[in-house]
């Protein structure tokens, strides 16, 4: 399985976002997809996940800023962001987990600095 993240960028505080992941290889229809992030000098953490079956879970900073979907059909999961803040700037990356597997494929990630 291939993930390209794609849709990060610099944006200022209060701005939004749209991340993307594109998979290939692979369809997502069976697969929990998630986005995580690393910022400098801290572990990777969830941002949001989507079960095969469209269940959404999120991390507790993200307070109902953020939204994860996801598209069959497109074979994509996409991140919408609001409210950004500079806390939010870190390396965005694409989660694949299929069901009933304990493998985890990781796309390269997207970089997203809130700035002004």
């Known amino acids: 399985v291939q993930l390209q993240a794609s849709g990060g960028g610099l944006v200022q505080p209060g701005g939004s976002l749209r991340l993307s992941c594109a998979a290939s290889?692979?369809?997502?229809?069976?697969?929990?997809m998630g986005w995580y992030r690393q910022a400098p000098g801290k572990q990777r953490e969830l941002v949001a996940l989507?079960?095969?079956?469209?269940?959404?879970a999120y991390g507790d900073f993200v307070k109902g800023r953020f939204t994860i979907s996801r598209d069959n059909a497109k074979n994509t999961v996409d991140l919408q962001t609001n409210s950004l803040k500079p806390e939010d700037t870190a390396v965005y990356y694409c989660?694949?987990?299929?069901?009933?597997?304990?493998?985890?494929?990781w796309g390269k990630g997207t970089l997203v600095t809130v700035s002004s």
């Open positions: 989660n694949y987990r299929r069901n009933g597997v304990n493998i985890d494929y």
């Open positions: 989507i079960t095969s079956s469209g269940s959404t």
């Open positions: 290889g692979s369809s997502i229809s069976s697969a929990r």
